[in-house]
């Protein structure tokens, strides 16, 4: 009889232990649920993806908007990640925890738009393939236990940034698998969510060759300009954001390079640089030829005497710009200047 006495009150506790984490479960959804439900309360009606994309992204035409709505991004993207933890962790007893049928459907639905929408978002933004090395097991629960829509293999496409999924498949492609893939937004918003795109590849890549890049941000500012108000409006301005991917992709040089600098990229770069340089003691050589000249034997030091490993290390830094020193007649400001652009290039 104490045996029985023993084994009853065992499984009283193992209830009230159960009963107690799915309580705690219960809570952390309810919460996490909340939480995303107050984080979206500003976002202007209709409330479609469309408004979601520009309250989390701000205008386009603002160079400053994505940096300013970053830190919003980030609370949104880890919000959606809470909630769908939250859910996975009790999805399989939502009776069990007091859910009606008509409840578990709305945290259902919630949980298919809030997924949806951090994937729009993450697009529109260019920050598809920044974030996704961070949420590893947040391509397996969305997996689980969202619908997952059979259109959706996109195969090596999902792990290209739009710009590259542009010119490898071309823009109309690359719009309806990647940016428009529900196909809900306006021509504006799929314009929008381009011109951010393309800010975000000149951003992070501005330090590898300046001067390109600025001429690449005014060629992105005549874009932002065009209309695109007609069928016809919109398909030129398709066009030109097409061009203008390619140009960043290929880096066209221009047709007055000196010849001796064909098939050096790096030397191109710096090159064309020089005369941008912040100088006190340096002078930066008028004559093309000459300057072609500094910009090979800036090259070739580089390639000759950069111990191995040297990026990010200050000893090996150091050394680096000790031999570029006295090739700007021992100028600080130009040499560091350029050493920049140099341990930006990935062929050194």
């Given at each position: 009889m104490g045996r029985a006495a023993q084994e009853a009150g065992r499984l009283r506790l193992s209830a009230a232990h159960h009963t107690h984490h799915e309580k705690q479960r219960q809570a952390r959804l309810d919460a996490a649920r909340e939480a995303l439900h107050y984080l979206c309360a500003p976002v202007p009606p209709p409330r479609e993806v469309e408004q979601f994309l520009r309250y989390f992204c701000g205008d386009a035409a603002d160079p400053n908007a994505l940096t300013e709505t970053e830190a919003l991004r980030i609370s949104f993207y880890k919000s959606v990640a809470s909630f769908v933890r939250a859910y996975a962790a009790i999805a399989q007893n939502l009776d069990d925890a007091g859910y009606s049928p008509s409840e578990q459907n709305d945290i259902q639905r919630d949980v298919d738009f809030y997924s949806d929408l951090r994937a729009a978002i993450k697009k529109h933004s260019g920050e598809e393939l920044d974030i996704k090395p961070y949420e590893a097991d947040m391509r397996h629960l969305l997996n689980t236990y969202i619908q997952a829509d059979?259109?959706?293999?996109?195969?090596?496409?999902?792990n290209v940034s739009l710009t590259q999924a542009i010119i490898?498949?071309?823009?109309?492609?690359?719009i309806a698998k990647?940016?428009?893939e529900k196909g809900k937004l306006s021509k504006n918003a799929v314009a929008e969510g381009i011109i951010n795109n393309i800010r975000k590849t000149i951003i992070r890549d501005q330090l590898t060759d300046p001067r390109f890049y600025d001429e690449m941000s005014k060629l992105l500012e005549?874009?932002?300009?065009?209309s695109r108000d007609s069928a016809k409006a919109y398909e030129d301005f398709l066009k030109k954001a097409k061009d203008l991917v390619r140009k960043m992709a290929t880096r066209e040089a221009g047709p007055d390079l000196p010849g001796s600098l064909s098939g050096n990229r790096e030397?191109?770069?710096?090159?064309?640089?020089l005369p941008d340089l912040p100088v006190t003691a340096f002078v930066v050589p008028a004559n093309e030829s000459e300057r072609a000249d500094l910009a090979l034997e800036i090259d070739r030091t580089v390639r000759e005497h950069a111990p191995a490993g040297w990026k990010g290390d200050p000893v090996r830094e150091r050394e680096v710009k000790n031999?570029?020193?006295?090739?700007?007649?021992?100028?600080?400001?130009?040499t560091l200047a350029m050493f920049e652009i140099i341990k930006?290039?990935?062929g050194y």
């Open positions: 059979p259109a959706q293999a996109l195969g090596a496409l999902s490898e498949t071309g823009i109309h492609d690359a990647q940016l428009n005549d874009l932002i300009q065009q030397a191109v770069v710096i090159y064309n640089n031999v570029l020193f006295p090739l700007f007649n021992r100028d600080r400001d130009a930006n290039q990935s």
